[in-house]
């Protein structure tokens, strides 16, 4: 078993609609080891990752932080083709060598998004993968610190099949000094426990690195999650880092990545009463908060509106107003006023939800 020399901590650039620019963390605090290069939205990752990217370069950010060149050519990779693996490794040489990011990962997930998961019974394919990796691996010669998300990244994609499909062609053929990626019970999990890890492991003998959706919000773009990283218990000596994939907000993703070092930081901006809306994917607000949420006081509304504008704020604002138009029509009584209020403020489709859920 391959045993982890110290934790990692970093950030994952691998979200869908936001890409971050070029000097975003130029001046990152934060003592983040690892920062990993992988936006679905760059065609040279993913849908033409057969074409040298010119243009690519290394992202601006402190020395001390390892960047991470994080392809994804499971689209329509052929596993047959001596081409198709010769360009891959030139894609991977070429960032290595040329523009001089420090390592390099493979990313498989998400490879049919018409079909999430589909692939959980597929043994042959997890075989294939592997050897993907392995012969990458061993081209380059890598030490450690090679990195690949699966095509099943959690135990819910696995629907119960670890110990027979797509995962067990992984376990059987995978280098065990390449680290598997890792998001935990489910896409975003609430907990990520250390009974949960010590199974993982127990079956895996490689390392394990989890990749935490905890703040990514690609999904629910409404949306923003700002409480603290809860849950999670990494005594593990396999597990080889805690890496956070963020929102594409740079001013917001600075402030999130403090909670893998800072559990206490404080929320500034928004009044307290309006926290819970903020809090994480998974909380459940109480009826006392949602009493103190319908009646916000004028200086909360005075705050929201007349503060400084900070980046962090402006980044934050729309969706602290999307919250106010939410109390706003939890408020509303009569049917006309509901109808004008929904036309102005949200999609015809929410109008016709509601309405019908209102007969």
């Not at 999670?232 to 594409?248: D, L, P, V």
Request: glycine fraction near 4%; charged fraction near 30%.
């Amino acid at each position: 078993m391959e045993l982890v020399e110290m934790n990692f901590k970093g950030y994952i650039e691998g979200y869908y609609s936001r890409r971050l620019p070029l000097d975003a963390f130029k001046n990152l605090k934060e003592p983040l080891t690892h920062y990993f290069y992988g936006p679905k939205e760059d065609k040279y990752l993913r849908a033409n990752w057969r074409i040298i990217d010119k243009t690519l370069q290394r992202r601006d950010l402190p020395k001390r932080i390892k960047q991470v060149y994080s392809i994804s050519p499971g689209l329509d990779f052929n596993f047959e083709s001596k081409e198709d693996f010769s360009f891959l490794v030139k894609k991977i040489e070429y960032a290595l060598s040329k523009v001089g990011f420090n390592q390099a990962a493979i990313f498989l997930d998400d490879i049919d998004i018409t079909n999430f998961g589909g692939e959980f019974n597929n043994k042959k394919l997890g075989e294939q993968h592997a050897k993907l990796l392995n012969r990458i691996f061993d081209h380059f010669k890598f030490k450690k610190d090679f990195w690949f998300c699966p095509s099943i990244y959690n135990e819910s994609l696995s629907q119960g099949n670890m110990r027979l499909g797509y995962l067990q062609g992984i376990k059987e053929i995978l280098n065990p000094k390449i680290t598997i990626f890792w998001t935990g019970k489910n896409v975003i999990s609430e907990e990520i426990s250390q009974k949960d890890l010590n199974k993982l492991t127990a079956y895996f003998s490689n390392p394990i690195a989890i990749w935490d959706n905890f703040y990514a919000n690609d999904y629910c773009p409404n949306r923003l999650f700002l409480g603290p990283l809860t849950g999670r218990s990494f005594n593990n000596k396999r597990i080889k880092g805690h890496f956070i994939n963020g929102t594409g907000m740079k001013e917001t993703d600075k402030f999130l990545m403090n909670y893998l070092f800072n559990k206490k930081q404080k929320i500034h901006y928004i009044p307290k009463d309006l926290l819970p809306l903020f809090k994480t994917p998974f909380y459940k607000i109480t009826k006392k908060e949602l009493a103190r949420l319908l009646n916000l006081s004028s200086m909360d509304l005075k705050l929201i509106f007349e503060q400084p504008a900070t980046n962090l704020y402006l980044e934050w604002k729309p969706f602290i107003i999307s919250a106010l138009n939410d109390i706003q029509l939890l408020k509303l009584k009569k049917e006309k006023e509901v109808e004008r209020f929904l036309d102005r403020r949200y999609s015809p489709l929410v109008k016709m939800k509601f309405n019908k859920s209102r007969r």
